[in-house]
């Protein structure tokens, strides 16, 4: 008679040893911890955030400021002007506002991954690029202008004029640090800049992590083999 047949390829074969055997089953790791563990996700989360309440606040004190010089009907301590705009006080505020949009679209898609097919690297570099030249334009041209007010510090209006140059340039430092930490994010993962934005590869996002196995002991019952 023929021997007992050995398991086939398709069955798992069995390391025994006695009365025992061990298996090998298939057994996936648990999923890792979010891509924010890594310490470069955090910190440009962080400057997002910072970039978006230093843009609100910016666009409060510009605000403010325009109202304020759109009803003077009598001028002030730096100025006889009566009702006027000023130009570079709406550069800023235009420029605080595309400031509160980019950063509220990136750090979305930094901590949620939304839009990550529309928003990649090359995105992100035109947006902080455009703000990092209006804020530096802005920023400059204000501080020209306004470059001396310590001797009317005891006036709202000169306090406001010093805030309003002291957050725009607080803006345009972190739209610099913002630019070149997702430099430095796009090189350290090799990421195209047609990559997602937030740097994840789709092996980190999709959890298909490479399979271990565990032991299972089992006890199997040894058959002589039968001649004939």
């Avoid at 730096?78 to 570079?88: H, Q, S």
Wanted: charged letters at 15%.
């Amino acid at each position: 008679m023929r021997r007992a047949p050995w398991p086939t390829d398709e069955m798992e074969k069995p390391r025994c040893q006695g009365s025992c055997c061990c298996v090998d089953t298939p057994h996936r790791l648990p999923s890792p911890p979010s891509h924010l563990a890594n310490m470069m996700y955090i910190i440009r989360a962080i400057l997002y955030i910072l970039l978006f309440a230093c843009s609100s606040t910016l666009l409060g004190l510009t605000a403010y400021r325009i109202n304020y010089t759109g009803r003077l009907n009598t001028g002030d301590i730096l100025t006889f002007r009566r009702r006027f705009y000023d130009p570079v006080v709406v550069e800023l505020l235009v420029t605080a506002c595309l400031g509160i949009i980019i950063s509220v679209a990136f750090l979305a898609s930094i901590l949620a991954r939304a839009g990550k097919d529309a928003l990649t690297y090359a995105l992100e570099h035109i947006c902080l690029i455009t703000l990092w030249i209006l804020f530096l334009v802005g920023s400059g041209v204000f501080t020209s202008r306004w470059s001396n007010l310590g001797w009317c510090r005891g006036y709202k209006s000169c306090r406001i004029l010093e805030t309003i140059k002291a957050f725009s340039w607080i803006c345009w430092a972190l739209v610099t640090l913002l630019i070149l930490s997702s430099l430095y994010n796009m090189i350290q993962r090799k990421s195209g800049w047609w990559s997602a934005a937030d740097g994840r590869k789709e092996r980190e996002v999709s959890g298909n992590y490479p399979e271990t196995r565990a032991t299972t002991t089992t006890t199997a019952s040894h058959t002589e083999p039968l001649t004939a």
